[in-house]
């Protein structure tokens, strides 16, 4: 299953990691962003993405078998 979270991302599977980083960090909104004490929900929710999008993309690839 798909975390929710990424698929409002709109990231097609041919995206590199850095844009699906880059669009979860323009996900969050910016007081959000300017709170240190999220600095590990954060870099969790970062890291959730960019494993989200790593699955989707191994399971759209072709060669994966």
Request: hydrophobic fraction near 45%; glycine fraction near 4%.
């Amino acid at each position: 299953m798909t975390d929710p979270a990424y698929l409002r991302l709109g990231l097609p599977p041919t995206a590199s990691p850095l844009a699906a980083l880059r669009a979860a960090v323009r996900a969050l909104h910016p007081d959000t962003r300017a709170v240190r004490g999220f600095r590990i929900a954060r870099k969790r929710f970062y890291r959730q993405m960019l494993c989200a999008h790593a699955a989707r993309q191994a399971a759209d690839d072709p060669l994966s078998g």
